[in-house]
């Protein structure tokens, strides 16, 4: 589809570092998001899933549209003419490809731990950043990360967002810089333990994160039937 592409925020949690899984196209200086363009006899929604299969190697991925970016100025042609005669392409200057286009923003939550990047034949590399290390991406990408993360916020009261992220034991600790990282702020402590183990969705396991320096933590994990029953209302309470 000429005028119509899609961009995928793709987050995962490392090292209690929100991260985002960005893309060094080949004859440019900029990262960027991962996304493509959408073929003519494919459903919208299975293009974000092929890009992010493509780019995860994950199937069953935590994968939600969140806005759609249209601004007439988000496309640079003489950026991309320049990139393009870097590469040995020419093309003439009403091509599709330099002409104005739409893209759909989708936010997927992935387990950093199950996912091998790969660059695709357009790209050199394919690697994980912090998202606070983030200060210019290519075209309106910036933009379209930072709508991403500004909608994650909004809906961690109502999405399952913990249960995608974390590996399927964690420790209180984490689960809170989890929190503290998306909402951009510290929490204290016991109330964030009080407020998550009221809810109800996390359970106590008997083990323990061994090879700290300090006492070492209990491990939990989520019931995700609760965890679903208590997102269908909305977590209470602001954070």
Known sequence: MPSLSLDCVIFG?????????????????????????IYKDEDIEDAATRVLRERTGLHDIFLQQFHVFGKPERADKKYHLTRLKKGGITISKDNWIIQRFI??????????????PEPDLGSVA????????????????????????????????????????????????????????????????????????G??????????????????PYLYSFDLRKYKKALQDGLQGGW
């Open 13 to 37: 949690f490392h090292d209690n570092e929100l991260k985002v899984l960005l893309l060094k196209m080949k004859h440019a200086d900029e990262w960027a998001l991962p996304g493509g363009f």
């Open 126 to 197: 394919c690697e994980w950043h912090d998202i606070h290390t983030i200060t210019e991406l290519f075209m309106d990408h910036k933009n379209i990360l930072d709508k991403a993360l500004e909608t994650l916020r909004l809906q961690l009261n109502h999405q399952p967002i913990g249960y995608n992220l974390l590996p399927q034991k964690f420790t209180m600790p984490e689960l809170q810089k989890l929190y503290e990282t998306i909402l951009d702020k510290k929490l204290d402590r016991r109330n964030f333990q009080r407020r998550i183990t």
């Open 103 to 116: 893209t759909v923003g989708y936010y997927a939550l992935v387990d950093f731990a199950f996912v091998t």
């Open 199 to 216: 809810f109800g969705f996390v359970k106590r396991l008997k083990e323990t994160r061994k090879g700290g320096a300090h006492k070492a």
